[in-house]
């Protein structure tokens, strides 16, 4: 008997575990609450006849086999052109930093050695957690032998793969911080502030904070894949060709339909509700959405434990990114900066100092004075993004908490005239060939993308939101303490970025539970 399967939320990751299971031979229906799937990675229109990708502006982290398997070249996949990163330096002595490459006016040799000695050992460390992150994560209570295998492998790779003295290094890095490391190892500020940068992104974390290595590590994963870099047509192609895959093998997918709850009966699921009052009916039901919008929301407290929903409750999922859109008249000068050099990836991150202060302003509820930035002009590329002669800039602006001491109804348009502003610091003028600007603050990211909190990662990736404690202790593995209902989202293991990982993992795991394989 075809077993059936709605999956809540079109993400990518919903996309993907769509995809994966409607080729296995499931019936899949998929529900999506917006106009679009995509969800944080999509591309958007603004300002009138301007485009820019949604949340997500960067591709780096898209994991192979999922490309392979779901044959996405295929299906219209298409990859942009590879871009470094560029720290930009208000006297002109930006630094470029590309996979294990480092350049720029007092940047010393010693420093460029150390960055390509850096790099290649880090994302040796990070190549060393593959293992564990196309499987779902281990129980250490209870292993089955999934679970053994998996730690095996691990094991093998950190000792055989990294060395015994380069597995004591990694054990001593894992769950300390990022500044710490950078200064043990380089010279030059803006290099380590460049680098700390990757670490805290995203994330309710400054350089100091613990636990900033493993998020850097995680980021690293997705070089291990390639090079960053700009999809032609925005993030929306990306996920666009997983769509087409998922319907190619016969998924359904429905846009502009909100889930208003998960259907539970004696702790078990049989399908949705709609907000419209239809009830869609399953064997299973996985959701892409994230932890306390499931449990808490769709599913609802009085069918979970009470201590499982407290644990829920708990989960740390307060956005600290806003998303600026500019409309520009004209490409900016910065210095000296050839158009082409304007195609990257552009960093306002000076030192590491720079960083922390930024981050302290939101411990306290209030926005950067002076921010941090991540800086894209996919329009030099991509020409189609913007009426002839003009360009779109996507700006991923911190610190801007979710919980703004004075309300963001009030401060929205000040942060983003402080984020022009600083820009500007850089690109003399660059105010005036501003013709269209918009802001996403997390609470706009909440409302738009049916995001708890505004948060790009759907929880924080600390060491205590991560591998077998994500999202939480008792739904580790993707299955929940609801039968039939599993999660395939950011929120589950790895976590974030556009990946797949997620969506995949969830597939496998359903079809394992239910005595198939992938």
Known sequence: MTRSVIIVGGGHNGLICAAYLAKAGYEVKLVEARDRVGGGASTVSFAGGYSVSGLAHILHSLNEKVCRDLNLAGAGLKAGPAVDTISLDRQGRHLTL???TASGD????KDIDAYRSFKNEYRAYAAALDPLMMNKPPRLKDMDGRDKLTLAKI??????????KSMREFLRVG????YDILNEVFDNESLKGAIALDAVLGHHMGPR???TVLAYLHRLRGEN???????????GQVTQAISDAAHSFGATIRTGEKVKRILVSDGK???VELSNGEQLHADIVVSNADAKTTFLDLVGTGELDAMFAHRVNQTRCKGTVAKVYLALSELPQFGDLSPEQLGHRLLVAPDMRYLEHAFNFAKYGEFSRAPVLEITVPSIADTSLAPAGHHVMSVSAGYAPYELKEGWEQQRTIFMDKVIALVGEYAPGFEQLVVGKEILTPVDIEREYNLTGGHWHQGEMTIDQSFMMRPVHGSAQYDTPIEGLFLCGATAHPGGNVTGIPGHNAAQRILKTQGESG
């Open 225 to 235: 894949q390639g090079l960053p870099t700009l999809p032609p047509g925005g993030m």
């Open 175 to 178: 769950g300390i911080n990022i």
């Open 269 to 271: 699921t049989s399908g």
């Open 98 to 100: 590309g996979a294990n």
């Open 106 to 109: 007092g940047l010393s040799q």
């Open 209 to 211: 904070t613990p636990n």
């Open 155 to 164: 094991g093998m790779k950190l000792r055989f793969g990294l060395g015994a």
